[in-house]
């Protein structure tokens, strides 16, 4: 299992390119189950995750073609075209999606064109037991019939479904984002209330207006969609990735040093900014993106609760909580979305980082500095939150079980490299 092997305490100084959302790519793919027609995808980003979704569509029948980078549109990610005119099977099995939980994404349109889909219970980041029972109340709400049985859930309605009013009683950015899908191809009208907010909704509801869906309130936690009788091709730009980019931004904040995002939006991320800016961070709009610049002093702790967007991202918690491990005073990090998602503390802790957890709150209290050791990554955001401890710390960091990184960020290791970071992954 490859490893990743840094020598810490070089500032970083450069640029580096941000990719298009993870999480906006996802649901987007699983869009194009929703036409016959072929939709494009550009500034898709080469990661494990993508990979998966891409297996788990060929599997139903849709034809994929991917291309390199798009230099004439300016993106630095990949096209996709997707065409589903010729879907054979409607399981999504097991074995694919343990490995990734968005795969869910696929039964509400699945079940919304075809009028039947049968779907694996999910696995995924192993950061609390994370149920699906929005989703599938939702669907039901629509007028399906499900059935859970051998770890599958197996939803039918043979006649469509029907529109309806749906009041989530928890945000949730995945059921938010299979019902709204599901409720395009839907009778009549659907209202999505408490929906999720998070820009990659935003992203996927403006790609599904292209293919010809009718949603408005785009943007807020009330979503309307006029279900129609078929959507049809579109070409869509994924957008940035939030949560690459405020990482990149905190390991420039902790090594010092001044980056530059390019194709970063500030405007996605004003929560982390926020923060950033209290613990003296400077982040200001560049022509290309943004440029990150620690000020002269040094860093100070700065409390932060995690709720959903526009609140501060639990995708960004992991990292927040190293950032303020060699912050001057004390951090309260309260984390409200996921209930085992401080995995990362024992490692940061044999770093040289003190931090005390108390049910769903850390406080960490800032040392001098941290200083390098081998670690073990235990899920996607917590991994990368030892990449910025060991790129902060003295002497050297083995970070293990990196297969968790492949799933986020793209070309880590040469991003990091190129700024002057002294990191290189090393195979068995
Ligand atoms: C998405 C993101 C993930 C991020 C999370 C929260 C993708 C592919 N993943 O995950 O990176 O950390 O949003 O911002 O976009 N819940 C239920 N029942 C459900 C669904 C969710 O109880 O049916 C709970 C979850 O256990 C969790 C909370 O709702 O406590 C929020 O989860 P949700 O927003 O659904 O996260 P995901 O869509 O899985």
Redesign the pocket.
Same mark, same amino acid.
């Given at each position: 299992m490859d490893r990743i092997r840094i020598r810490g305490g070089r500032p970083l100084n450069g640029r580096i390119a941000i990719g298009g959302a993870?999480?906006a790519a996802?649901?987007l793919m699983a869009a194009g189950l929703l036409t016959d027609e072929t939709l494009c995808l550009r500034n898709l980003p080469d990661l494990a995750d993508i990979h998966t979704m891409l297996q788990l569509l060929s599997q139903h029948g849709v034809a994929v073609e991917l291309n390199g980078g798009d230099p004439a549109g300016g993106a630095t990610g990949r096209v996709v075209r997707l065409r589903a005119d010729d879907i054979h099977n409607l399981t999504a099995p097991y074995d694919i999606v343990r490995k990734m939980? #968005?795969s869910v994404l696929v039964l509400g349109p699945l079940l919304a064109r075809f009028g039947q889909a049968t779907v694996s219970l999910p696995g $995924?980041c192993a950061i $609390?037991?994370? @149920?699906?029972?929005?989703? &599938?109340k939702g669907l039901a709400r629509l007028g399906a019939e499900i059935d859970l049985d051998d770890g599958y859930i197996r939803a039918r309605a043979p006649k469509g479904l029907t529109g309806a009013v749906i009041r989530f009683p928890?945000?949730?950015? $995945? #059921?938010t /984002?299979n019902l709204l899908m599901a409720a395009t191809l839907a009778r009549g009208e659907t209202v999505l209330e408490n929906a #999720?907010r /998070?820009p /990659?909704i935003g992203d996927l509801a403006a790609c599904l207006n292209a293919m010809g869906a009718r949603i408005t309130g785009i943007g807020t936690d009330m979503l309307r969609v006029t279900g129609v009788d078929r959507l049809h091709g579109a070409d869509h730009g994924v957008l940035p990735d939030r949560i690459e980019t405020a990482t990149y931004a905190m390991a420039a904040a902790m090594t010092g040093g001044s980056v530059e995002l390019t194709g970063a939006d500030m405007g996605l991320m004003e929560a982390a900014v926020g923060v950033l800016s209290e613990a003296g961070v400077s982040l200001a709009a560049s022509e290309h993106g943004l440029t990150v610049t620690r000020n002269g002093a040094g860093l100070s702790g700065v409390d932060v609760t995690t709720q @959903?967007y526009p609140g501060f @991202?639990?995708?960004l918690q992991a990292q927040v909580m190293t950032l303020m491990t060699v912050a001057d005073g004390a951090a309260m990090i309260t984390e409200t &979305?996921? /209930?085992n998602r401080f995995m990362h503390v024992p490692e940061l802790a044999r770093m040289g980082a003190d931090i005390q957890v108390k049910g769903p709150v850390a406080m960490v209290r800032g040392v001098a500095g941290l200083s390098g050791a081998p670690v073990m990554a235990t899920d996607l955001r917590a991994s990368v939150s030892l990449i910025l401890a060991g790129l902060a710390a003295e002497g050297e960091t083995t970070v293990n079980r990196v297969y968790h990184l492949d799933r986020g960020y793209a070309d880590l290791v040469s991003k990091l490299a190129g700024c002057g970071a002294e990191i290189e992954r090393i195979g068995d």
């Open positions: 993870k999480n996802l649901p939980r #968005a $995924g $609390g037991t994370r @149920p699906v029972d929005l989703h &599938i928890l945000v949730s950015v $995945g #059921a /984002e #999720a /998070e /990659e @959903p @991202p639990t995708d &979305i996921f /209930e």
